[in-house]
């Protein structure tokens, strides 16, 4: 029976015995139709990997769910309530499997700019453009330098490179609500130094977008 | 330097090629900059958390779901799912089995 109302989840799944036997195992049922379906651009799906992959995170669901009913308020099917905690537990054993053995990327940007950034002529640009955006790239990167602290900068670059910001934190020995607080605090701070300096990131950024025009 | 190439090839599929390899590197770092000023010109004062947006990312998809203008009702959730990819894909997928199950 996967009709049940809201309440009738709930009352099961905290019921004890044949109830909530039955009821996990609805569930599973419901997250195995779901689950496999959604993340098949991710993982070969019915391969073994897939197939070992959603049956450890089913399992993890249900456990997850038996702990977390307090937090359900109601907003959404309760079937929903489950399938994102499935989401979230399956995207995040994906991104620890396809990324663990790459390491954080270094900082690219330094205190004195980038030598071969400046060295390598862009023959899209106009001279005047090039020598812009050349001035405004290391006025930035000092901005970044005083502004920043080390994990900061460290974050900002990780995830600019496509870095999954659970790993991330994993790496930077966080949470990923940490690294986000984090950084959110690192781009509230150029924001606020750039306006300081007369700048707004829009007028920046049109500079690098004149490129190439 | 290794890093980095390695990186590239990871990312490859993802990447926009530059134009020839003599300026590839000047375009990673101008996409780079790019990419940081759009994040910087899209801060806000206040946003919502990761744990935040997880609370009601459930709620939020089924709003979507039901046709309903999220970015009016959950101004805030859609701003972090602009700024924050890892909660992006995270919304992707649920709406997948969402719109699916409707």
Known sequence: MDKRTNEEWIADLRAGGEPQAQALEDLRAIILRGLPYAIAGRIAPNSPESEALVEEIVQETLMRVLDNLDTFEGRSQFTTW???????????????????????????????????????????????????????????????????????????TATMEGFPLEEAAQ?????????????????LRL??????????????????ERVGK | ?????????????????????????????????????????????????????????????????????????MPLVQHHLDMCPDCQEEYKVLQRIVLNAV
């Open chain 2, 1 to 73: 330097m290794k890093i980095k190439q390695i990186f590239q090839w990871l990312l490859g599929s993802n990447k926009k090629k530059s134009s020839s390899p003599q300026n590839g590197m000047q375009a990673d770092k101008s996409e780079m900059m790019q990419k940081v000023l759009t994040m910087l010109s899209n801060t806000q004062d206040v946003e919502m958390t990761c744990d935040e947006v997880f609370a009601v990312l459930d709620q939020f998809a089924e709003l979507a779901a039901r046709g309903e203008d999220v970015s009016r009702l």
């Open chain 1, 82 to 156: 489950a399938h994102k905690i499935a989401v979230r537990a399956a995207l995040t054993e994906l991104r620890r499997v396809r990324w663990r053995e790459v390491p954080l990327p270094e900082m690219a940007m330094d205190e004195e700019g980038d030598a071969s950034y400046r060295e390598i002529p862009d023959n899209q640009a106009s001279p005047e453009d090039q020598v812009d955006r050349k001035d405004m790239m290391k006025r930035i990167n000092r901005i970044i330098m005083e502004e920043l602290t080390e994990k900061q900068r460290m974050a900002m």
């Open chain 1, 191 to 208: 924001k606020k130094r750039l306006e300081k300096e007369g700048l707004t990131p829009q007028q920046v950024l049109s500079v690098f």
């Open chain 1, 171 to 187: 790496r930077l020995g966080m949470n990923r609500n940490a690294l986000y607080k984090l950084m959110h605090d690192a781009r």
